[in-house]
Protein backbone atom coordinates (compact mmCIF):
# COMPACT_ATOMS: atom_id res chain seq x y z
CA UNK A 1 0.00 0.00 0.00
CA UNK A 2 1.56 3.08 -0.85
CA UNK A 3 0.15 5.44 2.37
CA UNK A 4 1.79 8.18 4.39
CA UNK A 5 0.78 8.63 8.24
CA UNK A 6 0.86 11.87 10.25
CA UNK A 7 0.00 10.84 13.29
CA UNK A 8 -0.58 14.65 15.05
CA UNK A 9 -3.78 16.34 13.36
CA UNK A 10 -2.70 19.20 15.23
CA UNK A 11 0.24 21.53 17.39
CA UNK A 12 0.94 23.91 19.56
CA UNK A 13 4.49 25.57 20.06
CA UNK A 14 5.69 29.04 21.73
CA UNK A 15 7.72 31.09 19.61
CA UNK A 16 11.96 30.63 19.67
CA UNK A 17 10.66 26.70 21.37
CA UNK A 18 11.65 23.89 18.85
CA UNK A 19 9.07 21.32 17.53
CA UNK A 20 8.56 18.23 15.68
CA UNK A 21 6.16 16.76 13.79
CA UNK A 22 5.87 12.91 13.03
CA UNK A 23 5.51 10.78 9.81
CA UNK A 24 5.54 7.47 8.61
CA UNK A 25 5.41 6.07 5.46
CA UNK A 26 4.92 2.58 3.82
CA UNK A 27 6.58 1.73 0.76
CA UNK A 28 8.73 -1.47 -0.89
CA UNK A 29 10.64 0.65 -2.74
CA UNK A 30 14.72 0.95 -2.10
CA UNK A 31 15.11 4.21 -3.77
CA UNK A 32 13.01 7.26 -2.94
CA UNK A 33 12.18 10.57 -2.00
CA UNK A 34 10.75 11.94 1.18
CA UNK A 35 9.36 15.60 1.55
CA UNK A 36 7.75 18.22 3.98
CA UNK A 37 5.43 20.92 2.59
CA UNK A 38 4.20 23.96 4.09
CA UNK A 39 0.56 25.28 3.37
CA UNK A 40 -0.05 28.92 4.66
CA UNK A 41 -3.39 30.49 4.98
CA UNK A 42 -2.81 31.87 1.63
CA UNK A 43 -3.07 27.79 0.52
CA UNK A 44 -0.02 28.12 -1.82
CA UNK A 45 2.11 24.58 -1.18
CA UNK A 46 5.85 25.48 -0.44
CA UNK A 47 8.64 23.02 -0.89
CA UNK A 48 10.18 22.89 3.21
CA UNK A 49 12.86 20.37 2.84
CA UNK A 50 13.70 17.10 0.50
CA UNK A 51 15.50 13.39 1.62
CA UNK A 52 16.57 11.40 -1.05
CA UNK A 53 16.52 7.56 0.87
CA UNK A 54 19.55 6.21 -0.69
CA UNK A 55 21.77 9.49 1.62
CA UNK A 56 22.19 8.61 5.63
CA UNK A 57 22.42 12.02 6.21
CA UNK A 58 19.26 13.76 7.13
CA UNK A 59 18.55 16.86 5.19
CA UNK A 60 18.86 20.82 6.77
CA UNK A 61 17.82 23.56 5.32
CA UNK A 62 18.62 26.24 7.67
CA UNK A 63 15.95 26.19 10.88
CA UNK A 64 14.13 22.66 9.47
CA UNK A 65 15.98 19.59 9.67
CA UNK A 66 14.74 15.96 9.63
CA UNK A 67 14.93 12.66 11.31
CA UNK A 68 15.14 9.83 8.66
CA UNK A 69 14.86 6.82 10.24
CA UNK A 70 15.02 4.45 7.01
CA UNK A 71 14.57 0.78 8.89
CA UNK A 72 11.51 2.69 10.63
CA UNK A 73 9.85 4.25 7.33
CA UNK A 74 9.85 7.12 9.81
CA UNK A 75 10.42 10.61 8.44
CA UNK A 76 10.09 13.50 11.02
CA UNK A 77 10.56 17.42 10.32
CA UNK A 78 12.08 19.47 13.21
CA UNK A 79 11.93 23.10 13.07
CA UNK A 80 13.97 25.02 15.69
CA UNK A 81 13.62 28.58 16.89
CA UNK A 82 9.63 29.14 15.74
CA UNK A 83 8.88 31.71 13.96
CA UNK A 84 5.33 33.02 14.13
CA UNK A 85 5.43 32.59 9.94
CA UNK A 86 6.41 28.75 10.59
CA UNK A 87 2.02 28.61 11.39
CA UNK A 88 0.96 26.78 8.63
CA UNK A 89 -0.35 23.24 7.59
CA UNK A 90 2.55 21.06 6.86
CA UNK A 91 2.44 18.00 4.35
CA UNK A 92 4.68 14.93 4.54
CA UNK A 93 5.07 13.15 1.39
CA UNK A 94 6.75 10.45 -0.54
CA UNK A 95 7.20 9.61 -4.10
CA UNK A 96 6.17 6.09 -5.43
CA UNK A 97 6.91 4.54 -8.91
CA UNK A 98 4.66 3.14 -10.78
CA UNK A 99 5.14 1.89 -14.66
CA UNK A 100 8.35 3.89 -14.68
CA UNK A 101 6.76 7.05 -13.62
CA UNK A 102 6.64 8.88 -9.96
CA UNK A 103 4.06 10.02 -8.35
CA UNK A 104 3.86 11.84 -4.82
CA UNK A 105 1.38 10.86 -1.96
CA UNK A 106 0.48 13.24 0.67
CA UNK A 107 -0.20 12.60 4.33
CA UNK A 108 -2.99 14.65 5.67
CA UNK A 109 -1.45 17.31 7.46
CA UNK A 110 -0.47 18.51 10.48
CA UNK A 111 -1.60 21.92 11.53
CA UNK A 112 0.83 23.79 13.51
CA UNK A 113 0.70 27.08 15.55
CA UNK A 114 3.41 28.69 16.96
CA UNK A 115 2.24 30.92 19.87
CA UNK A 116 3.88 34.51 20.87
CA UNK B 1 8.72 32.00 -15.20
CA UNK B 2 5.63 32.46 -13.75
CA UNK B 3 5.23 29.36 -12.06
CA UNK B 4 2.44 26.73 -12.29
CA UNK B 5 -1.00 29.18 -13.34
CA UNK B 6 -4.29 27.57 -12.46
CA UNK B 7 -7.83 29.51 -13.38
CA UNK B 8 -10.23 30.25 -12.22
CA UNK B 9 -9.56 31.10 -8.19
CA UNK B 10 -12.21 30.79 -7.08
CA UNK B 11 -15.59 29.11 -8.80
CA UNK B 12 -19.47 29.29 -7.57
CA UNK B 13 -21.48 26.72 -9.54
CA UNK B 14 -24.78 24.96 -8.79
CA UNK B 15 -24.90 21.10 -8.51
CA UNK B 16 -25.62 19.62 -11.95
CA UNK B 17 -23.37 22.18 -14.24
CA UNK B 18 -20.17 21.68 -15.80
CA UNK B 19 -17.03 22.56 -14.30
CA UNK B 20 -13.52 23.18 -16.13
CA UNK B 21 -10.60 23.73 -14.22
CA UNK B 22 -7.15 24.82 -16.12
CA UNK B 23 -3.97 24.42 -15.31
CA UNK B 24 -0.40 25.59 -17.56
CA UNK B 25 2.77 23.94 -16.23
CA UNK B 26 5.79 25.28 -16.22
CA UNK B 27 7.88 25.45 -19.31
CA UNK B 28 9.85 22.34 -19.63
CA UNK B 29 8.35 20.19 -16.89
CA UNK B 30 7.11 16.37 -18.29
CA UNK B 31 4.49 15.49 -15.56
CA UNK B 32 1.85 17.31 -14.44
CA UNK B 33 -0.65 15.97 -11.61
CA UNK B 34 -4.35 17.12 -10.54
CA UNK B 35 -4.60 17.24 -6.14
CA UNK B 36 -7.86 17.54 -4.92
CA UNK B 37 -8.06 18.98 -0.87
CA UNK B 38 -10.53 18.94 1.14
CA UNK B 39 -10.53 18.86 5.10
CA UNK B 40 -12.21 15.25 5.46
CA UNK B 41 -9.70 13.64 3.01
CA UNK B 42 -7.10 15.89 2.86
CA UNK B 43 -4.73 15.93 -0.48
CA UNK B 44 -5.93 13.32 -3.20
CA UNK B 45 -4.10 12.27 -6.43
CA UNK B 46 -6.97 12.48 -9.19
CA UNK B 47 -4.57 11.54 -11.94
CA UNK B 48 -1.44 12.38 -13.11
CA UNK B 49 0.72 12.57 -16.77
CA UNK B 50 3.83 12.04 -18.00
CA UNK B 51 4.62 13.51 -21.18
CA UNK B 52 1.07 14.23 -21.71
CA UNK B 53 0.00 10.80 -21.43
CA UNK B 54 -2.41 9.73 -18.38
CA UNK B 55 -0.37 7.78 -16.12
CA UNK B 56 -2.49 6.88 -13.41
CA UNK B 57 -6.27 8.09 -13.17
CA UNK B 58 -6.83 5.86 -10.17
CA UNK B 59 -7.64 8.41 -8.03
CA UNK B 60 -10.38 9.81 -10.01
CA UNK B 61 -13.53 9.75 -7.99
CA UNK B 62 -15.78 9.06 -10.15
CA UNK B 63 -16.71 8.99 -14.36
CA UNK B 64 -18.21 12.69 -13.64
CA UNK B 65 -14.41 13.51 -13.49
CA UNK B 66 -12.08 13.64 -16.62
CA UNK B 67 -8.89 15.18 -16.79
CA UNK B 68 -7.05 15.89 -20.55
CA UNK B 69 -3.83 17.44 -21.19
CA UNK B 70 -3.97 18.21 -25.25
CA UNK B 71 -0.04 19.64 -25.21
CA UNK B 72 3.15 20.25 -23.11
CA UNK B 73 1.59 23.79 -22.02
CA UNK B 74 -1.94 22.81 -20.69
CA UNK B 75 -4.27 20.80 -18.52
CA UNK B 76 -8.13 20.82 -17.92
CA UNK B 77 -9.78 19.09 -15.32
CA UNK B 78 -13.63 18.84 -16.13
CA UNK B 79 -16.83 18.06 -13.52
CA UNK B 80 -19.67 17.11 -15.70
CA UNK B 81 -22.57 17.01 -13.74
CA UNK B 82 -21.11 18.47 -10.76
CA UNK B 83 -22.40 18.16 -7.22
CA UNK B 84 -21.76 19.72 -3.33
CA UNK B 85 -19.39 16.98 -2.48
CA UNK B 86 -16.89 18.04 -5.52
CA UNK B 87 -16.58 20.86 -3.13
CA UNK B 88 -13.02 21.82 -2.32
CA UNK B 89 -9.63 23.22 -3.48
CA UNK B 90 -8.22 21.65 -6.53
CA UNK B 91 -4.37 22.26 -7.34
CA UNK B 92 -2.51 21.15 -10.34
CA UNK B 93 1.33 20.79 -9.48
CA UNK B 94 3.92 20.05 -12.37
CA UNK B 95 7.60 18.89 -12.29
CA UNK B 96 10.43 17.90 -14.46
CA UNK B 97 10.81 14.28 -13.95
CA UNK B 98 14.36 12.32 -14.87
CA UNK B 99 14.25 9.27 -16.94
CA UNK B 100 16.13 6.25 -15.84
CA UNK B 101 15.05 6.17 -11.98
CA UNK B 102 13.61 7.74 -9.03
CA UNK B 103 13.56 11.74 -10.05
CA UNK B 104 13.75 14.21 -7.17
CA UNK B 105 10.09 14.90 -7.92
CA UNK B 106 9.99 18.35 -7.01
CA UNK B 107 6.74 19.44 -7.33
CA UNK B 108 5.87 23.06 -7.86
CA UNK B 109 2.55 23.52 -7.12
CA UNK B 110 -0.09 26.58 -8.84
CA UNK B 111 -2.03 28.23 -6.16
CA UNK B 112 -5.13 26.24 -6.51
CA UNK B 113 -8.69 26.41 -7.41
CA UNK B 114 -11.79 26.92 -4.67
CA UNK B 115 -14.63 25.31 -5.94
CA UNK B 116 -18.01 25.59 -4.23
CA UNK B 117 -20.96 23.55 -5.58
CA UNK B 118 -24.25 24.94 -4.42
Given amino acids: AQTVTQSQPEMSVQEAETVTLSCTYDTSENNYYLFWYKQPPSRQMILVIRQEAYKQQNATENRFSVNFQKAAKSFSLKISDSQLGDTAMYFCASTFTQGGSEKLVFGKGTKLTVNP | ?118
Avoid at chain 2, 36 to 65: A, C
Avoid at chain 2, 68 to 77: D, E, G, V
Avoid at chain 2, 88 to 114: D, E, H, I, K
Wanted: net charge neutral; proline share 7%.
Fill in chain 2, 1 to 118: DAGVIQSPRHEVTEMGQEVTLRCKPISGHNSLFWYRQTMMRGLELLIYFNNNVPIDDSGMPEDRFSAKMPNASFSTLKIQPSEPRDSAVYFCASSLARQGGPGANVLTFGAGSRLTVL
